[in-house]
């Protein structure tokens, strides 16, 4: 069962969630985010529906390009890559220099014509949030420990 309905037939302003839901609807338009509390802005999400939405919003994502920013923070591409089959999008990014934990993972899916971006996990160290990005890949994780995999 879906909580969300498609965006091109509806409002999102009048999407109706439950209080246990972990979405959230964002600043930009078609986009929601889940395990992600503060509203935030996806600059780069495509406007319109794509044949393959997934891919499509790879094209737009280079390193060093704003993925996301919201009042507290802004998060710049490091890397990506199209995972689960061509199902999701998995963005390591870098926060502003100042941050407790500067690194971040998100994984993008396209359900119910939303783009939903859901947070994996900030980390304090960048090998933390590269080891993730690799495990999220299907890849085997040749390097060390980080303070991540203890905290």
């Known amino acids: 069962m879906s909580l969300i309905p498609p965006y ?12 246990e839901s972990d ?38 994502l280079s390193p060093g390009v704003i993925f996301s920013r919201n009042q507290y923070s802004e998060h710049k591409v490091l890397e990506t890559a199209i995972v689960d089959k061509g199902n999701s999008l998995c963005v390591m990014c870098e926060q502003t220099p100042d941050a407790i934990k500067p690194w971040s993972l998100a994984k993008i899916t396209f359900e119910n014509g939303l783009y939903v971006h859901t947070s994996i996990r900030t980390y304090f160290s960048k090998e933390g949030a590269a080891k993730q990005f ?17 905290c």
Request: charged letters at 20%; one cysteine or more.
């Open 23 to 60: 979405i959230v609807i964002s600043k930009t338009p078609g986009a929601v985010q889940r395990r992600w509390r503060t509203p935030t802005e996806f600059p780069y999400c495509p406007q319109a529906i794509e044949n393959d939405p997934i891919a499509a919003y790879a094209q737009r």
């Open 134 to 150: 690799c495990l999220e890949q299907g890849l085997e994780w040749t390097g060390g420990d980080s303070i991540d995999d203890y």
């Open 8 to 19: 091109h037939s509806v409002q999102l302003s009048s999407v109706l969630l439950p209080a």
